[in-house]
């Protein structure tokens, strides 16, 4: 089974400078997409950033970026020039790639960090 | 990505009453989609995977009998919370996985559920 572990229940920075949050996950799949969601306080889920196992360039969108390290299974995301906006809680997920017999796509979450700019 | 439309946003129910929650799929015809429930500042536990046509896949230690889910069309999901009580108060949340499993799901703005 696959697990996903985010070990910082909370952070905080302060406005324009850089943060990051971290994710390690397990699984003996070798073929997986990994995710970064973002949740303000309204509670709407947004897709933050996706990355492809098979791909080893991290992914970048903006001013958030990854740094995905498949052997360590390690995937944190890092917020550069940090914005009042980004005040929400922050959830690393994990999805196997093909969709096969008893594979259904489902999400796995992590538990969350609570990331809180400052100004 | 899909644009889901999720409904109510909040409701507040008596004790032993039952609640129907809504979930669209506004673009996209979504062959399955997923319920998940989130109490504050916790993560979301995923429920069951709703598959249009068929029964519903739940999670291990969700009650079925509670959390009747139906999948009639490849637009629209529903979760009946029924015999609604207290301890089912929580915030409820449906995604809809895109047409290009690579880009992830598309989340629902979520029902906050109270029973009172």
């Known amino acids: 089974a696959q697990t996903v572990t985010q070990s910082q229940p909370e952070m905080s920075v302060q406005e324009a400078e850089t943060v990051t949050l971290s994710c390690t996950y397990d699984t003996s799949e070798s073929n997986y997409y990994l995710f970064w969601y973002k949740q303000p306080p309204s509670r709407q889920m947004i897709l933050v950033i996706r990355?492809?196992?098979?791909?080893?360039q991290n992914a970048t969108e903006n001013r958030f970026s990854v740094n995905f390290q498949k052997a360590a299974k390690s995937f944190s995301l890092k917020i550069s020039d940090s914005q009042l906006g980004d005040t929400a809680m922050y959830f690393c997920a994990f999805m196997k790639r093909f969709l096969l017999s008893g594979n259904t796509g489902k999400l796995i979450f992590g538990q969350g960090t609570t990331l809180q700019v400052k100004p | 990505g899909a644009v889901v439309s999720q409904h109510p946003s909040w409701v507040i129910c008596k004790s032993g009453t039952s609640v129907k929650i809504e979930c669209r799929s506004l673009d996209f015809q979504a062959t399955t989609m997923f319920w998940y429930r989130q109490f504050p500042k916790q993560s979301l536990m995923l429920m069951a995977t709703s598959n249009e046509g068929s029964k519903a896949t739940y999670e291990q230690g969700v009650e079925k009998d509670k959390f009747l889910i139906n999948h009639a069309s490849l637009t629209l999901s529903t979760l009946t919370v029924t015999s609604a009580h207290p301890e089912d108060s929580s915030f409820y949340i449906c995604?809809?996985?895109?047409?290009?499993?690579?880009?992830?799901?598309?989340f629902g703005s979520g029902t906050r559920l109270t029973v009172v």
């Open positions: 990355q492809e196992a098979y791909k080893q």
């Open positions: 995604s809809v996985r895109g047409q290009l499993i690579m880009y992830g799901y598309t």
